[in-house]
């Protein structure tokens, strides 16, 4: 069955980075549409970047120019690069496929002073 487990996490400050990851199995997942989406309390999943197959990464506003999106297909992992990390950025993470699976635990990411 398809399974996401997405880890990375942390507390960091303001301005600060954090590197997540999420290894996929049950999927193949080099032809896959892979993305990074967030979640906080009482709203649903928003949609953070997309890595598709053979075609340039995309990403929503709020984190375009300090967020990267990549993947190996290799170990199956795809990974979020956050930078100049801001308060507003807490959220839990999340990876998912496109179209969705069943989403994951998710990974905590806390910004604050």
């Known amino acids: 069955h398809v399974q996401f487990v997405e880890s990375g996490g942390g507390l960091v400050q303001p301005g600060g980075s954090l590197r997540l990851s999420c290894t996929a199995s049950?999927?193949?997942?080099?032809?896959?549409?892979m993305g990074w989406f967030r979640r906080t309390p009482g709203k649903q999943h928003e949609w953070v970047a997309s890595?598709?197959?053979?075609?340039?990464?995309m990403y929503a506003d709020s984190v375009k120019g300090r967020f990267i999106i990549s993947r190996d297909n290799a170990k199956n992992i795809v990974y979020l690069h956050m930078n100049s990390l801001k308060p507003e950025d807490t959220a839990v993470y999340y990876c998912?496929?496109?179209?969705?699976?069943?989403w994951g635990q998710g990974t905590q990411v806390t910004v604050s002073s």
């Open positions: 049950g999927i193949d997942f080099s032809v896959t549409h």
């Open positions: 890595t598709p197959v053979g075609l340039n990464t």
């Open positions: 998912n496929k496109f179209p969705y699976s069943p």
